[in-house]
């Protein structure tokens, strides 16, 4: 099924909704952790998933192989990611008709990242330039088959020049085909909610899910957050602690349900969290901010623990 008409059903029912991204794994050990990890967290009722696709196009196997798994095996709705970044178009002919194959339905078109240790990013011989190309390549070889996401950048993507740019491509990509756009992550629910408004203004009119990332170590959140706005009281929060590493996955806690928070009363219809492959930070983000009932997931994920208290 489309994850569009997911969308729309919960937009319907006044039922805001969560999905997951994780990264494709790089070893045997990491895959089968990750399958496992998805398999438990299906548990909790994602609207969908994702999973990565390298730049570079080093594994598309692995991100193959997770959705392939995801959707036939776990059947959760899945949503693959697919790049322009060394990634020509018989290449991406070749992983469009084995998402086919496997029964997705969904794919997030994206340039890409820049390829390992290059800082430019270039097209590569036989590829196309942008994500928005990527979307007119889909719907020109597969029509409707496909449902498509795109990437949004609440505060602008690095290489644009300004705002304005940014959201003049980002419409393109929209009037190119795609269906719902997903957001690079960010701490500032205010300026997310202004961004919206500038995208609405500018007549972009699809869902927009906030990428939400649960801060669960502190070098990975000073890495993420290098160009974006961070709020003063999650700067005051997090450096005091930052060589307690247990500290600061509370506070990420902390954090996520405030912004889970904010922005339903800000009115967005979901909200895509950042599972870095952990599942104990989104779950419990999930569970305090009342998206989830702790007991149901005991309930079903151990089901041989009858004695659980609902109390604690
Ligand atoms: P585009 O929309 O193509 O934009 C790239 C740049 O080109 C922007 O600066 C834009 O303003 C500019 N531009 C766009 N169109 C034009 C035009 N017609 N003329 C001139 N300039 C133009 N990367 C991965 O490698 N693998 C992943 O799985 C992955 N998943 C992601 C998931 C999400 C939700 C997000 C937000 C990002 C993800 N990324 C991933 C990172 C992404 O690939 C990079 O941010 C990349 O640099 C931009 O991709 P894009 O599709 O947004 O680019």
């Known amino acids: 099924m489309k994850i569009i008409d997911r969308i729309k059903k919960c937009q319907e029912e006044g039922r805001p909704f969560f999905s997951f991204e994780y990264f494709s794994p790089k070893t045997v050990q990491g895959m089968i952790n990750l399958q496992d990890r998805i398999e438990r967290m299906c548990y909790l009722g994602p609207e969908f998933i994702d999973i990565t696709w390298g730049a570079g196009g080093s594994r598309p196997a692995a991100t193959l192989e997770v959705v392939s798994t995801a959707q036939k095996v776990y059947g959760v709705e899945t949503c693959m990611h697919l790049i322009c970044t060394n990634n020509p178009t018989d290449k991406i002919d070749k992983a469009l008709n084995e998402a086919r194959a496997c029964g997705n339905e969904n794919i997030l078109a994206l340039r890409g990242d820049a390829m390992q240790g290059e800082t430019e990013w270039t097209a590569c011989e036989g590829g196309l330039n942008y994500g928005s190309d990527l979307v007119r390549y889909i719907r020109k070889t597969h029509g409707d088959y496909f449902g498509i996401a795109v990437a949004g950048y609440p505060e602008k993507h690095e290489e644009s020049a300004t705002m304005e740019d940014d959201l003049k491509f980002l419409k393109d990509k929209v009037d190119a085909g795609a269906d719902f756009i997903v957001t690079q992550l960010f701490f500032?629910?205010?300026?997310?909610?202004?961004?919206?408004?500038?995208?609405?203004?500018?007549?972009?009119?699809?869902?927009?899910?906030?990428?939400?990332?649960?801060?669960?170590?502190?070098?990975?959140?000073?890495?993420?957050?290098?160009?974006?706005?961070?709020?003063?009281?999650?700067?005051?929060?997090?450096?005091?602690?930052?060589?307690?590493?247990?500290?600061?996955?509370?506070?990420?806690?902390?954090?996520?349900?405030?912004?889970?928070?904010?922005?339903?009363?800000?009115?967005?219809?979901?909200?895509?969290?950042?599972?870095?492959?952990?599942?104990?930070?989104?779950?419990?983000?999930?569970?305090?901010?009342?998206?989830?009932?702790?007991?149901d997931y005991i309930k079903k994920n151990m089901p041989w623990r009858p004695s659980f208290d609902e109390k604690r």
């Open 188 to 295: 500032d629910v205010p300026k997310f909610l202004d961004w919206v408004k500038q995208c609405r203004a500018i007549g972009i009119t699809c869902p927009i899910i906030p990428g939400v990332m649960p801060i669960q170590a502190y070098a990975s959140f000073k890495k993420n957050t290098v160009d974006l706005s961070v709020p003063q009281w999650i700067l005051d929060g997090i450096e005091p602690i930052k060589n307690d590493d247990q500290a600061i996955r509370a506070f990420g806690i902390e954090v996520g349900i405030k912004m889970t928070l904010e922005l339903i009363e800000g009115g967005v219809c979901g909200i895509h969290y950042y599972t870095f492959n952990l599942e104990r930070s989104t779950r419990l983000i999930l569970e305090g901010a009342g998206l989830i009932s702790k007991t």
